[in-house]
């Protein structure tokens, strides 16, 4: 995850800035909004030398994007039942009704998601750190060890005989890939609608957001997993196996905190997916009101479904789908690029 976000940083300066470049404004919520599917669009229309309605690769990503984003959803209801079951023994069905209808309270109304991701976000964050950085205090003289079966669990002799690493470095990316969205075309659909005067201030801070992301707080969750002893967290995964580090450093307290934490995450990172997708209904079906509100069903529907499935089939489903926006928007940021570097090398 790490090599990810340092490769990553770059791709999303690249992406955040042509969504900068690219940007339209928004008739249905105000402002603006964009993407890749937009900067896709006007890339095809200079190629071709005259005007288009829509273009196939724009479509196929907003598409691609819109199912993966019903593939989170479900990934993002999976952690949090599977929390609450540790923490208060609440059965899933019990969760997941209860997570549907706060986040539909939020989703379905017309202008409060950024308002929300504005206060949960930040405070949970802090919080998060502040946590960790006291665990890694209080088990300070472990740390050496942590570093040491990082890099051995990675990059030994034996997996790389045995094709470990090529496992390691391909898992440590899909998991990079949904912790800081680098190169998918995600955060380009936000970095679209911000007000900012220069585009590549705001690539800029997509970059440092990355790091951000993967470095610090992916970092924080495997530092309270990896100094805890294998005895304790061996054979487990997912929030099991956060739930029981934590538990582990903080006794009860530190099931419920993951258990509370999680929620807040997941609740705003459904509600950031669907400021994602926006502008890609949007490019699709246009700016109506019914467009827009039939995806939010739909996504609050696979929500639901995402709370009662399988821990394994929820992750495939949500890798499949961020693989396709990212082969997609790859592939155009290549001969696109240019427009990001220029103005790079003008500010300097």
Avoid at 67 to 84: E, H
Avoid at 144 to 155: N, S, T, Y
Avoid at 175 to 202: I, Q
Wanted: aromatic fraction near 12%.
């Amino acid at each position: 995850m790490w090599v990810s976000a340092f490769l990553g940083a770059s791709t999303a300066y690249a992406e955040g800035t042509l969504a900068q470049l690219h940007k339209k404004k928004d008739p249905f919520y105000g402002g603006y909004h964009g993407g890749p599917a937009y900067y896709i669009h006007d890339y095809v229309e200079k190629k071709r030398k005259k005007k288009i309605k829509k273009s196939f690769i724009a479509i196929l990503f907003a598409m691609f994007g819109l199912i993966c984003w019903c593939g989170i959803s479900q990934v993002i209801s999976n952690s949090v039942t599977s929390a609450f079951k540790n923490a208060f023994s609440i059965p899933p069905i019990y969760t997941t009704v209860i997570l549907v209808i706060i986040s539909s309270l939020i989703v379905l109304r017309k202008d409060a998601t950024v308002k929300v991701l504005d206060v949960i976000v930040p405070i949970m964050a802090v919080i998060y750190f502040v946590v960790t950085i006291f665990i890694i205090i209080k088990n300070i003289n472990l740390m050496p060890g942590v570093f040491e079966r990082i890099f051995e669990e990675a990059f030994g002799i034996k997996q790389v005989a045995g094709g470990g690493f090529g496992a390691v470095l391909m898992n440590g990316i899909k998991r990079g890939l949904f912790s800081n969205e680098a190169g998918s075309g995600s955060a380009p659909c936000a970095a679209a609608a911000a007000d900012g005067k220069r585009p590549e201030t705001v690539g800029m801070v997509q970059s440092l957001g990355v790091l951000i992301d993967t470095i610090v707080i992916c970092t924080c969750t495997a530092m309270i997993m990896l100094l805890a002893p294998e005895s304790v967290t061996k054979g487990k995964q997912g929030m099991d196996l956060l739930q029981s580090a934590m538990n582990y450093h903080l006794g009860s307290f530190g099931t419920i905190f993951v258990a509370v934490i999680l929620f807040l995450f997941s609740f705003s990172t459904f509600i950031g997916i669907l400021f994602y997708a926006r502008s890609n209904v949007a490019y699709l079906c246009g700016n109506n009101w019914w467009s827009q509100t039939l995806y939010k069903i739909i996504a609050l529907i696979m929500l639901f479904i995402g709370g009662l499935q399988a821990y394994t089939i929820v992750w495939d489903l949500g890798d499949v789908g961020i693989g396709l926006m990212t082969i997609i928007n790859l592939i155009i940021l290549i001969p696109m690029s240019k427009e990001a570097i220029s103005l790079l090398d003008k500010k300097e």
